[in-house]
Each structure stands twice: as structure tokens, then as C-alpha cells.
Nanobody, 122 residues
Framework: QVQLVESGGGLVQAGDSLRLSCAAS????????MGWFRQAPRKEREFVGD???????YYADSVKGRFTISIDNAKNTVYLQMNSLKPEDTAVYYC????????????????WGQGTQVTVSS
């Protein structure tokens, strides 16, 4: 079993930065793949980015160049650094992991955190 706990969300203004954390415990796959997703009100959950094998990252076009995923293996924690935030980034952000995750999608992710709210005001 894997437990994921996100933190770091909050209310910020457009142009500000936030760093989200995802702490993993239990039988983790954190060395293989961790993904970040978000869900805005009345919208479907969407892929934000992922990190594979602790190094290879991939991002949705909507966040490319503004968001960065990193990992601290010693702490079993994955980070999502979000810069130049926009009101359209407002959503609940989730981290997830799974043995058979498919890059750039939500397919194959078996374990999800509870989410952390990010609100960006204009």
C-alpha cells in the first residue's frame, strides 16, 4: 500500500509562485513514476506533469516552462514548483503513482493523494 499526502496549496495572486509537496510512504514506487494532476471546478481532471526514474520529466503544454517537478529520494517527496501562476491554474492538485502509469495520462495510476487546493486570484 502507498500513501500520498500533498501540501503547500493556498491562495496567491497571479504571477506568484507556490511549491507543492507530495510525501509518499508505504510501499512506494517513487523511484519509478510520480505524476501531478489537477481538477478545476466543473472540469475533468487533467494531467499536469510527471517524473520518471527520478529524473525524466514531462509536462502538459499549459504549464510547460512555468512548472517544474523535482524529487527528493531521501525524503520520499516529490515537488511541484509553480511559477508565474495564472487564474486558470486554480484547481485541486493531486499527486499519484502507479506501477503501470502511462506517460502524459492518468492511466495506470493506482494511488492518489487527497489533493491540495490552489487558488490564483487575478
Amino acid at each position: 500500500q502507498v500513501q500520498l499526502v500533498e501540501s503547500g496549496g493556498g491562495l496567491v495572486q497571479a504571477g506568484d509562485s507556490l511549491r507543492l509537496s507530495c510525501a509518499a510512504s508505504g510501499r512506494t514506487f517513487i523511484g519509478n513514476v510520480m505524476g501531478w494532476f489537477r481538477q478545476a471546478p466543473r472540469k475533468e481532471r487533467e494531467f499536469v506533469g510527471d517524473i520518471w526514474n527520478g529524473a525524466s520529466t514531462y509536462y502538459a503544454d499549459s504549464v510547460k516552462g512555468r512548472f517544474t517537478i523535482s524529487i527528493d529520494n531521501a525524503k520520499n517527496t516529490v515537488y511541484l514548483q509553480m511559477n508565474s501562476l495564472k487564474p486558470e491554474d486554480t484547481a485541486v492538485y493531486y499527486c499519484a503513482t502507479g506501477r503501470f502509469a502511462v506517460r502524459g495520462t492518468s492511466i495506470g495510476y493506482d494511488y492518489w493523494g487527497q489533493g491540495t487546493q490552489v487558488t490564483v486570484s487575478s
